[in-house]
């Protein structure tokens, strides 16, 4: 298991090396879909897109990228947060300048908590797999710890935090009792493991920036 999660990760370093821009996140999930099915090209080999996994139950969920090797599942989630920015790549063989394509999405609390929830739904999958998260930005609210408290905090995934346990926001009672408060579509949960933070830059001409977490199976 740990021989695929290392060939999976040489293919995301690969194209982080190769691919200088992504127009969108189904852009990035294609993209890394492809060049996986390129490398794992056993018989038994499987790659899906948005598959269904059943959580408690139910299937419930989809999972970003589904690699099927060997008999065992390796679901791989993907986040892809930006913000618009001046600098001049161009999309590859379209002469479009890339940077006029990235929008200001903002709402990097949100963003932070879904890929922490990413995580914690990888964790959940009732079979003993293991799995990759990844959030690719140029958003540097992402890697930045911030000076000021902030609800969110919990949830920050800034460079070298370390995340373990039960994460919930810091909301006062008033928060808590308004059932209009966004946090109730996003409510609190537990990791089963620890996970540091350790951002890299895409390149040394790329402003963005990936965290990539693994996702141990099941003890």
């Known amino acids: 298991m740990t021989d695929v999660l290392e060939k999976i990760r040489k293919v995301f370093e690969d194209l982080m090396l190769h691919r200088t821009f992504f127009v969108s996140e189904a852009d990035f999930q294609h993209a890394f879909a492809m060049k996986l099915a390129n490398t794992f090209q ?19 969920a989809h999972i970003d990228i589904m690699l099927m090797h060997d008999g065992k599942k390796y679901p791989i989630e993907l986040k892809y947060k930006t913000k618009k920015t001046d600098c001049q790549d161009v999309l590859d063989n379209s002469g479009i300048m890339a940077c006029k394509l990235l929008k200001n999405q ?19 999958i009732q079979e003993k797999c293991a799995g990759v998260a990844i959030i690719l930005t140029n958003d540097p609210w992402y890697w930045t710890q911030g000076k000021r408290k902030s609800i969110c905090d919990n949830f920050r995934i800034y460079h070298g935090r370390t995340i373990a346990g ?33 951002w890299k830059q895409k390149s040394d001409k790329s402003e963005f920036k990936y965290l990539y977490i693994e996702v141990p199976p099941k003890k």
């Open 42 to 60: 056993a018989e038994t080999d499987r790659i899906y897109l948005e598959f269904p996994v059943e959580l408690d139950g139910d299937y419930v």
């Open 106 to 124: 903002g709402a990097g609390d949100l963003g932070a908590y879904d890929f922490l929830y990413d995580i914690h739904r990888i964790e959940s």
């Open 166 to 198: 039960e994460l919930e926001w810091n909301i006062d009672i008033e928060q808590q009792n308004n059932p209009n408060h966004f946090t109730k579509k996003r409510p609190g949960f537990g990791l089963n493991n620890t996970y540091t933070c350790e």
